[in-house]
């Protein structure tokens, strides 16, 4: 399984962006995609997950300002962030997880400043 993130980018506060992921291999019913992020001197944290059959899950503190969907056809998954704030500021990562394994995309920079 791989996976391909789109590229992150650059909004001032109140903006909003939105990634892409990809996977390619066999995607089974079972996966959840998820996005994590993270910033500079910081662990990784879980930023919204999404099952195959739609249930999700946010971090408190996107809830309300990010939107996570997913295309089963296509295998990918979306992360719409809006209202953006400098805290956002990370390095965001897509990762899939089936039959107890993970696999994660590449990292994408968002940075949120005026």
Request: aromatic residues 8%; hydrophobic residues 30%; glycine residues 10%.
């Amino acid at each position: 399984v791989q996976l391909q993130a789109s590229e992150g980018g650059s909004v001032q506060p109140g903006g909003s962006l939105r990634l892409s992921c990809a996977a390619s291999g066999t995607i089974f019913s079972t996966s959840v995609m998820s996005w994590h992020r993270q910033a500079p001197g910081k662990q990784r944290d879980l930023v919204a997950a999404i099952t195959n059959g739609g249930t999700t899950n946010y971090a408190d503190s996107v809830k309300g300002r990010f939107t996570i969907s997913r295309d089963n056809a296509k295998n990918t998954v979306v992360l719409q962030m809006n209202n953006l704030k400098p805290e956002d500021t990370a390095v965001y990562f897509c990762r899939i997880t089936q039959w107890g394994r993970d696999y994660w995309g590449q990292g994408t920079q968002v940075t949120v400043s005026s």
